[in-house]
Nanobody
Framework: QVQLVESGGGLVQAGGSLGLSCAAS????????MAWYRQAPGNQRELVAR???????NYAESVKGRFTISRDNAKNTVYLQMNSLKPEDTAVYYC????????????WGKGTLVTVSS
């Protein structure tokens, strides 16, 4: 199994910045990509940003230009730097790891709450 632990969530004013971290442990061999998802109450979980093992990234249109995802393979950690935060960014942010070995499989962290006040 793969364990993912998020950190860095909190309360921030609109226009501010916040950085999230996700540390992966356990059987991390074979992970092809990591990502950040978010979910607000009553909403579906949505992809925020994704990064492959080769460093390729993609972002949701709503965060493009404001958020940056990065990965430190040596530390088995993925980061999400969030700038120019908006109230609509308020959600629980989840770290995700995708592995193709033994068939596609996703691993999830417990989430960290980000609250952006207006």
């Amino acid at each position: 199994q793969v364990q993912l632990v998020e950190s860095g969530g909190g309360l921030v004013q609109a226009g501010g910045s916040l950085g999230l971290s996700c540390a992966a442990s356990g059987n991390i061999f074979g992970i092809n990509a990591m990502a950040w998802y978010r979910q607000a109450p009553g909403n579906q979980r949505e992809l925020v940003a994704r990064i492959t093992n080769s460093g390729s990234t993609n972002y949701a249109e709503s965060v493009k230009g404001r958020f940056t995802i990065s990965r430190d393979n040596a530390k088995n950690t993925v980061y999400l730097q969030m700038n120019s935060l908006k109230p609509e960014d308020t959600a629980v942010y989840y770290c995700n790891a995708h592995r193709i070995l033994l068939g596609p499989m996703d691993f999830w962290g417990k989430g960290t709450l980000v609250t952006v006040s207006s």
